[in-house]
């Protein structure tokens, strides 16, 4: 099992950035793929991002595409993810998740955190 905790998430003026860290617990970190999930009100829970467990594959929504990066550090047992050029719809609780298994089998995360809020005001 891993036990993910969110931080990073706060209030941003449109066209700012914010950096999302996902802290896990355990030794095995890096025996999982990561992802950020988003879910606005009234919205389906999407998938921001992904990365493999070694970090060399990652997956992105078009949504994010070109705007967002992440990143794992296996040593920290830390996953990122880095926002740029935040834009009001990016406003939702966002999500840390853990999967043994392939990445970008989105469907398939099992682990989630708490979430932390991102608000972006235009």
């Known amino acids: 099992q891993v036990q993910l905790v969110e931080s990073g998430g706060g209030l941003v003026q449109a066209g700012g950035s914010l950096r999302l860290s996902c802290a896990a617990s355990?030794?095995?970190?890096?025996?999982?793929?990561m992802g950020w999930f988003r879910q606005a009100p009234g919205k389906e829970r999407e998938c921001v991002a992904a990365?493999?467990?070694?970090?060399?594959?990652?997956y992105y929504a078009d949504s994010v595409k070109g705007r967002c990066t992440i990143s794992r550090d296996n040593a920290k047992n830390t996953v990122y993810l880095q926002m740029n050029s935040l834009k009001p719809e990016d406003t939702a609780v966002y999500y840390c998740?853990?999967?043994?298994?392939?990445?970008?089998?989105?469907?398939?995360?099992?682990?989630w955190g708490q979430g932390t809020q991102v608000t972006v005001s235009s």
């Open positions: 355990g030794r095995t970190f890096s025996t999982y793929a």
């Open positions: 990365i493999s467990q070694s970090g060399s594959a990652t």
């Open positions: 998740a853990a999967y043994s298994g392939i990445y970008n089998l989105i469907n398939n995360y099992n682990y």
